[in-house]
């Protein structure tokens, strides 16, 4: 029986990956609390396992007394010499209780307590050892879907990839295997949940460090990364050599890196531009796969208006208007955009209105200048 006991104390800590000590806790524990619920709360028990036989020994603890007056914590002096010659006053003397007596139903405590606290060190490891890879890259099997979350096996645990977090219209079957991002461990009173995404921003960053070693290395720098999933993904990138190419790095030869990105994105479009501290240039490349012919900035407002051709418009703007939306995140700045057609008409607009000010201008100013001879004239005439 304690061979057997140490037995399946070592296969416990195995699967679970739990440290066999916490797993001996959790049994002491758990049979003292069953020891306890047979003889009394008031009983002084104390349970230990050697973690090298299994053997158990439940041993009840009392204080040696004069005068008894709590019989379940006190044992008299008389008594306690019945066990041993030389106890004396205040020491503590023991007794075995032999596990028979614990009875079905504290097994049975025993039984439940067991396994909460070997859940709870489960829970623990879990916690452990996956809140220090929060953003890390992870490979899993898909176990299946509850409530559209997909469940995923990572070996050691089960994670769970919420709809929230799916890229749209990407399906799964059982025993598909999925890379995804660790977004979050999140600590429950029930359980320890493992929380990954595919559609997060970072999830690409990921994916171009997997696959560009610059990134890897930190030669190229990643500066900033939009997305809509499914659709399309915007990227700034900045060298930290000069005879580095960010962006050629991040494409690789005949596109073999971010094809290799976007095969695991399931074809979600990937811009990949150069980042620079220049506004009117970082909105231009921004709009990629657009030619921008003007780019004019507020920098009070922090708003662009920038001018197309006309040819251009639609591509600028994008389907729905995604592109010039993902462009407005990636650059932190409000962008307008006009075709050129549009613009000259504006333009010569604005040039005829300012025209005719002047000309007003200059009206006002002539008839300033006559009033002034006409009033001097009077003057002299009067003189």
């Excluded at 996956?130 to 990572?154: A, F, K, W």
């Excluded at 150069?274 to 507020?298: H, M, Q, Y």
């Excluded at 010569?348 to 000309?359: F, H, P, T, V």
Aim: glycine residues 6%; proline residues 3%.
């Amino acid at each position: 029986m304690n061979r057997e006991l140490i037995s399946v104390i070592d296969e416990i800590g195995r699967q679970k990956g739990i440290d066999k000590t916490k797993v001996i806790g959790a049994i002491e524990a758990a049979l003292q609390t069953a020891a306890k619920k047979r003889f009394g709360q008031a009983e002084n028990i104390q349970v230990e396992i050697d973690s090298k036989t299994g053997e158990i020994s439940v041993v009840s603890k009392k204080i040696i007394v004069d005068a008894v007056t709590n019989p379940k914590a006190e044992i008299s002096l008389k008594e306690a010499r019945q066990y041993d010659s030389e106890a004396e006053v205040g020491d503590e003397i023991g007794s075995l209780i032999e596990m028979d007596e614990l009875g079905r139903i504290a097994a049975q405590t025993a039984k439940q307590v067991i396994f909460q606290k070997v859940r709870e060190a489960e829970w623990e490891a879990v916690q452990k050892e996956y809140s220090t890879r929060q953003g890390d890259l992870v490979n899993g099997i898909i176990l299946g879907m509850e409530r559209r979350n997909y469940l995923v096996d990572l070996g050691k645990t089960e994670a769970i990839l919420p709809i929230q977090e799916q890229i749209p219209r990407e399906t799964y079957r059982r025993g598909d295997r999925v890379k995804a991002m660790l977004l979050e461990v999140r600590r429950t009173p029930k359980d320890v949940q493992v929380i990954l995404t595919r559609s997060h921003p970072q999830f690409v960053s990921k994916l171009f460090e997997l696959e560009v070693p610059e990134v890897m290395e930190k030669i190229v720098e990643i500066k900033a990364v939009v997305r809509e999933p499914g659709d399309r993904t915007k990227i700034a990138v900045t060298s930290r050599e000069k005879a580095v190419d960010p962006v050629g790095a991040c494409v690789g030869i005949k596109g073999s890196r971010v094809q290799a990105v976007v095969r695991e994105l399931r074809g979600e479009k990937i811009d990949i531009i150069t980042w620079t501290s220049d506004p009117r240039v970082f909105i231009a490349e921004a709009l990629n796969p657009a030619t921008i012919e003007k780019v004019g900035v507020d920098e009070e407002k922090k708003s662009a208006l920038v001018v197309v051709a006309d040819s251009q418009l639609s591509l600028a703007i994008g389907k729905n208007g995604q592109n010039v939306r993902l462009a407005a995140r990636l650059t932190g700045w409000k962008i307008d955009i006009i075709s050129a057609t549009e613009y000259e008409k504006e333009k010569a607009e604005r040039d005829k209105e300012i025209k005719a000010a002047l000309a007003e201008e200059a009206e006002a100013q002539r008839q300033q200048e006559e009033a002034r001879q006409q009033e001097k004239a009077q003057a002299e005439a009067e003189g």
